[in-house]
């Protein structure tokens, strides 16, 4: 059975930084991709970043490239996403989700998904 659990959310402000983790289970992470997705208050969910369970490839939205991270732990069967330099608009629940390969972004290729964590930026 597949699962898929986050953990790592907060309350942090503006310019600092959190680790969301995504423990899966039911499967090894060689053969699929890992999304991380975050839907906001009113708003539709959004690709964040995936990673390739092949070849380790990693992909980002324009909107977090060079303050969030994507990496992989296959002893623990855990994918992370750090996220620096926080801001308010990173406001919002962050799912992570099975898809197939090649990853990529796309919503209807993730058919697996966790509860969500909730992150919240403000001072």
């Known amino acids: 059975q597949v699962q898929l659990v986050e953990s790592g959310g907060g309350l942090v402000q503006p310019g600092g930084s959190l680790r969301l983790s995504c423990a899966v289970s039911?499967?090894?992470?060689?053969?699929?991709?890992i999304g991380w997705f975050r839907q906001a208050p009113g708003k539709e969910r959004e690709g964040v970043s995936c990673?390739?369970?092949?070849?380790?490839?990693?992909y980002y939205a324009d909107s977090v490239k060079g303050r969030f991270y994507i990496s992989r732990d296959d002893a623990k069967n855990t994918v992370y996403l750090q996220m620096n330099s926080l801001k308010p608009e990173d406001t919002a629940v962050y799912y992570c989700?099975?898809?197939?390969?090649?990853?990529?972004?796309?919503?209807?290729?993730?058919?697996?998904w966790g509860q969500g964590t909730q992150v919240t930026v403000s001072s």
């Open positions: 989700a099975t898809g197939t390969l090649p990853a990529r972004l796309i919503e209807d290729e993730y058919g697996s």
């Open positions: 039911g499967f090894t992470l060689d053969y699929y991709a």
């Open positions: 990673i390739s369970g092949s070849d380790g490839s990693t």
